[in-house]
């Protein structure tokens, strides 16, 4: 579990170090172009190479690849490095005056083995212009092996937007993980993200961490020889509609496999043939209905209210009557309920409101289209800012917020989970269903919305990965092959990356 930072609270752990820890900013400087030559000999010694050029902006960033320049020259390296800033920080000019190699004018036309990004930091904003913006562009048209330092220049720290920014292989970050190399774009241009710690003291708990597979590992402890089915709770998906007919049967799948004890699945009487045999070890219920679309009965949804999770939302369709529903269980359901898809959609469009007074656990798990419905902004907010949007709605309704993306989060407005175990064969229908009906099985079995869902998106991408490795290829993945591998995935949980 590593801690992730917005660049603001970098910049707080930073002035912690130096006022109240009385660590000088020169020596943290040092420390941090020492780690980044560390890496960048690493990777050198390891493909034979000895040249490197170092592109230097003119703030601190710029002052550590300076430093490393130096540090690798001194290791015995043909270093150089081309900077075009008038203008340097304190540190960076003191930095300057140590370096005692070659320095271009302009970007150089010959070749070298590594190229050191230290243009921008992560106090950079808006779109790279002028020299910087060139020296991004020949940075990644020079074919070399490319080491961003803290951050590839030209991505936002917070929101991993940029369009214009170098593409590394690898990033060395300093002190801790930045939002924005998980976010946006950072997944596409950071490359390999190493985190090196060069001492720098946050001075109180971080409220955003990445999850990683030992963390997912203890949703999955060994079970105990003297259990029963009961042990591990009831799970209800209820789900589906005449016109999306395969949700619910994704969905009842995932769970299954995801170890709660037992599984019920509820779906519009009109679906009951269809879902008949299906899986035979779930417990299979048919809902009153209308025209192949779920109809608000109390009575049988009280039916519902003894299971410790409920999934709700799956392929239903966006009507009043799914939002009546959600109401229902919202104000009556004591155990950990699950909205997904369009019981968010119909939330959305006639009444969010309903997600204030909630009696149960609550976890809302939308994508970023879904997400700006609920929220109110528009798509393009969502993406530029989504997690934080998602932290003010999820301290605003008292609920907890997965918001799903190629890196997803899950928050209750005071913690943050990241996920980073996703991949691109997940991009196809019926994903989100697999999720919904992991994250039902997890909470079944005791846990608490905001590690239920993070246990869930973890899992999900990990079993994407396996299924993607089955198939030779992310294209042909399809979500059949994911709930087929959950198995695989948590049997290696503790050992993924």
């Known amino acids: ?94 930095q300057r005056k140590k370096y005692r190699g070659k320095v271009y004018p302009s970007f150089p036309e010959e070749k070298f083995d590594l190229i050191l990004d230290a243009v921008f930091g992560t106090g950079f904003r808006g779109a790279p212009e002028g020299a910087a913006a060139e020296a991004i562009a020949r940075i990644n048209a020079a074919g070399a092996f490319v080491l961003s330092a803290d951050i590839p220049s030209g991505l936002n720290g917070d929101s991993g937007a940029g369009d214009l920014c170098v593409r590394a292989g690898l990033t060395v970050a300093i002190g801790e993980l930045k939002r924005g190399l998980l976010l ?5 241009v950071c490359g390999k993200i ?46 589906g509609s005449a016109a999306y007919s ?67 939302g799956m392929g239903c369709g966006p009507s009043r009557e799914v939002c009546r529903i959600a109401r229902f269980l919202l104000s009556e359901y004591g155990g950990t309920l699950i909205l997904d898809a369009d019981a968010l959609n119909s939330l959305a469009e006639y009444g969010a409101d ?20 609920l929220c109110g902004k528009s798509l393009s907010e969502v993406l530029e800012n989504g997690a934080d949007l998602a932290k003010a709605f999820a301290a605003e309704y008292g609920v907890a917020v997965l918001l799903k993306g190629h890196v997803s989060l899950v928050t209750d407005g005071s913690r943050t989970l990241y996920t980073a175990s996703g991949t691109p064969a997940l991009a196809k229908g019926g994903s ?49 092959d994911v709930i087929a591998s959950i198995p695989a995935a948590i049997a290696r949980l503790a050992d993924a990356e």
């Not at 603001?8 to 172009?33: F, N």
């Open 246 to 312: 395969g949700a619910p049967l994704l969905a009842c799948a995932a769970a299954l496999r995801s170890g709660c004890g037992y599984t019920q699945l509820a779906v519009p009487a009109e679906l009951f043939p269809l879902a008949a045999g299906k899986f035979p070890e779930a417990i299979l219920t048919a809902a009153p209905s209308a025209k192949g679309a779920f109809a608000y009965d109390e009575a049988f949804l009280r039916t519902l209210l003894k299971a410790e999770s409920i999934a709700f």
């Open 184 to 188: 946006g774009n950072g997944a596409d």
């Open 354 to 373: 309903a997600l204030r007074g909630h009696r149960c656990g609550v976890l809302l798990t939308p994508h970023p289209k879904e997400f700006s419905r």
């Open 1 to 94: 579990m590593q801690k992730v930072l917005t660049c603001a609270q970098m910049r707080a752990a930073d002035r912690y170090t130096i006022e109240e820890l009385g660590v000088p900013s020169a020596v943290l400087m040092e420390r941090a172009g020492a780690a980044i030559a560390d890496e960048a000999e690493k990777r050198l010694r390891a493909s034979g190479g000895r040249s490197v050029l170092a592109v230097c902006g003119g703030g601190n960033n710029g002052g550590d690849g300076w430093c490393a320049a130096r540090l690798l020259s001194e290791r015995g390296f043909a270093t150089a490095v081309y900077s075009f800033a008038e203008k340097l920080s304190p540190d960076c000019a003191a």
């Open 432 to 480: 989100g269903d697999v999720l919904s009906g992991i994250a039902a099985a997890i909470a079944a079995r005791g846990f608490s919305p905001v590690p239920a869902g993070a246990g869930a998106s973890y899992l999900l991408g990990r079993a994407g990965r396996i299924a993607a490795a089955a198939q030779g290829n992310e294209y042909s993945v399809v979500a059949s």
């Open 194 to 239: 190493v985190r090196r710690d060069i001492g720098i003291s946050l001075g109180q708990p971080a409220d955003s961490v990445l999850w990683e597979g030992e963390d997912a590992a203890s949703l999955f402890p060994p079970r105990k020889k003297n259990t029963h089915k009961g042990s591990f709770g009831r799970a209800v998906i209820f789900a």
